[in-house]
């Protein structure tokens, strides 16, 4: 059965500052891999999606994402965090199966200081 | 454009009762999936219903339950409530097996 492993359960970032959440799954075949971000009270916004062809995939809100199948990794990304980013961030992989459902991560908490 | 709604935002019941949650899918969507999200995890697949019929389940009792009705819109039953269904439960909605969307959920808390 696929997994996803979020290393981090918080992270703190100083405004501007770079940023890198860590994931990475199980999964014995290509993995269709998500990123979602998650404020208070809010459901599940979509930030990017890998499915095939380029390992380095752009998202909204200026958010990246790199996949590395030597590393069964599939990093989130942004260069520049604005206060508005502090949220949940959760990573999840899509079975190959009829339903096509989530495997989600235990999500990473992001803080963003002044 | 609507999105996902559902209903209710929050409700509180006690052990052992029954709860209804609701969900309206986004519009063009025909397929309703569910998901519980306790708090401090990411959520977890409960089941997808496709034409009104549950097309896959996940590791989740009988006393979790669902409908989908032929305008799309769909019900959670859980019964026998127990204080480990305290959690955020997400509808997401889709056109067939294509991208999610998700609704902000219904936060139940049971005493």
């Known amino acids: 059965a696929q997994s996803v492993t979020q290393p981090d359960i918080h992270i703190t970032v100083s405004e501007g500052a770079s940023l890198e959440l860590r994931c990475n799954y199980s999964y014995g075949a290509t993995p269709y891999l998500f990123w979602y971000v998650q404020s208070p009270g809010q459901g599940l916004q979509l930030l990017l999606k890998y499915f095939s062809g380029d390992t380095l995939v752009q998202g909204i809100k200026g958010f990246e994402a790199e996949f590395k199948r030597s590393q069964s990794s599939f990093n989130l990304r942004k260069p520049s965090v604005h206060w508005s980013d502090a949220a949940e961030y959760f990573c999840?992989?899509?079975?190959?199966?009829?339903?096509?459902?989530?495997?989600f991560g235990s999500g990473t908490q992001l803080t963003v200081l002044p | 454009d609507a999105g996902v709604t559902q209903s209710p935002t929050h409700l509180i019941k006690t052990r052992g009762q029954q709860v209804t949650l609701r969900c309206s899918p986004k519009s063009g969507h025909d397929t309703v999936s569910w998901y519980q999200q306790a708090l401090g995890q990411g959520p977890q697949f409960i089941f997808q219903y496709y034409e009104e019929e549950e097309r896959q389940r996940g590791n989740f009792p009988d006393r979790f339950s669902g409908h989908q009705f032929p305008n799309y819109s769909s019900e959670l039953n859980v019964n026998a409530l127990l204080l480990g269904d305290s959690a955020l439960y997400l509808c997401a909605s889709s056109r067939n097996t294509g991208e999610l969307f998700f609704g902000e959920g219904s936060r139940l808390t049971v005493l």
């Open positions: 999840a992989v899509v079975n190959s199966g009829s339903a096509r459902q989530l495997t």
